[in-house]
RNA sequence: GGUCCCAUCGACUAAGGGUUAGGUCGUCACUCUUUCACAGUGAAAAUACGGGUUCGAAUCCCGUUGGGACCGCCA
């Protein structure tokens, strides 16, 4: 379903490891946008640094997007036209823009070694100033250039910032931001080792797959001049420009590893549901405003409906778990009970619990569901169903189990129970109204000590309905076990 | 330090010249449930500060303060 329009959105990470929540909100605002406005969701890889490559990191980052359904219209293995996807199957390309650039004087030589800058650096540090290249390689003649290659020296292609000039830019969330060429550094465009900085990359290739749009988060904000002027060099036209509020530590420094999670993968694995995160993470720096009231619960679908870059904020965002732990808990309490069971299988499987009988595992789901804020909790809340003693938590426990009227209760109550056709919820709760007839026990006292004596706790899910899941046999053995 | 961005309850946010500044999470209280939880009701809780503009400012302008991002042959 491509384009009739002509809006088509990236979203590029590197392959440097895992998809991180922040590049998942960039990915989920292109893909909002893309599908909002009929257009066209690309993926690219944006994987010019050797040093940082990580293997695999590309097929788990397109099998998380997948997973959380954000699939990509265009990318890797999905051709349309303007690829490959990779940019390191783009050398050549790259190559040649560089040297047009050469030939043009927007683009220069530049030989200093990885130490001779940090020296620079140091210096200019010291002395106040902004840190940048000092330009110093920018009117070496053509002769001292040709020479210095023909020698072996390693070099660099630099940007020639065009000095003395004003850029203003339009951001689609902050409106127009002006800065001065004076201060843009003279970017590194080719690698010594022939690839390409993303800035060169970049620019090319969202020009040649005809980008529309450029949604990434604030920290690229700053190098929007250089872009600008790369832009403005091959004559191209500028895309429209958005960049998207940081998602924020508890601090409200940048989101990284630290306070917790930052991989998208790390979520799912413990069991935020899909629908979770992407109704949380849509709703960090963006909201649809007034008309949708108080509404906090949003499908993908309602989310691509209602979805607008001007409704994107200009601040920054933190990432509030609690509040993710109550949307998770949410979704699972409203799931559909067969979806939610299968979901919930390979999370019982991994604590070690046996899920063959899955009119048992159904009933568990549904008695303990409410207490999850996320999947891999569950192993906290069924002990009770499987074992085959009910352990006391406290020992004190005892005392109450062993008074007479208990006594009287669980025997009438296991006689009552053992007799019975089927142990369901409400036969349950009918045999215990009768045994509060008979023995006159009744309240607390009649409550506390049978819950105790089947789940060996004060607290959990409903009486009926763990009577009715742990059935007869277990019923009446941990009634019996007190006399 | 330089450049750029930002500023409503603790957090996410609504209101974009006129509202008792609204909602959600979290917190607290109460109700319900013979448990916990759930559910329901309610409470505390914010326009950073100072100047303008205006009949009227959270909203527009300026300044201050505070916070953040970037300043790599990383992306």
Redesign the pocket.
Known sequence: MSSENNIRVRF???PTGELHIGGLRTALFNYLFAKHNNGTFILRI?D??R??FVDQATENIIKTLNTLGLGFDEGPGKDGKVGPYYQSQRLEIYKKYCDQLLEQGNAYYAF???EE?DEM?KLQELE??????DRRARDLSKDEVDEKIKSGI?Y?IRLKVPLNEEIIVHDMV??N????TN?V?DQ?LL???G?P??HLANVIDDHLMEISHVIRG??????VPKHVILYNAFGWEVPKMAHLP?L?NA????LSKRQGDVAAEDYIKKGYLKETIINFIA?????P??ESG?K?IFSIDELIKLFSVE?V??????F?I??L??MNN?YI?NYDLDKLTELLIPFLKDAGYDTSDTVKTKKIVGATR??LNKLNEIGDHIKIFFADDAVLEKEEYKDMLITESSKKVFTALAYKIENLSELKADTWKQSLSEV?KETGV???V??KPV?IALTGS??????PAIAEILDKEKVVKFLRKYL
């Open positions: 590029a990470p590197s944006e010019t640094d040093t940082r200093e070694t990885a800058l650096r106040g100033r902004q840190t940048m290249y390693p660099v902050r409106g931001v002006k800065f001065e201060l550094d590194v690698k010594s080792d690839f900085t993303y604030e920290e690229w904000m700053t190098s940081l924020l601090d409200r420094t940048k709703l960090l720096g963006w909201h405003g007034e108080d906090e409704k904020h200009s601040a920054g965002a933190v509030n609690d509040k732990n109550w949410d309490k409410v207490y509060q009744k309240g607390k009649l409550f819950r004060e607290h959990g899910p409903e009486l």
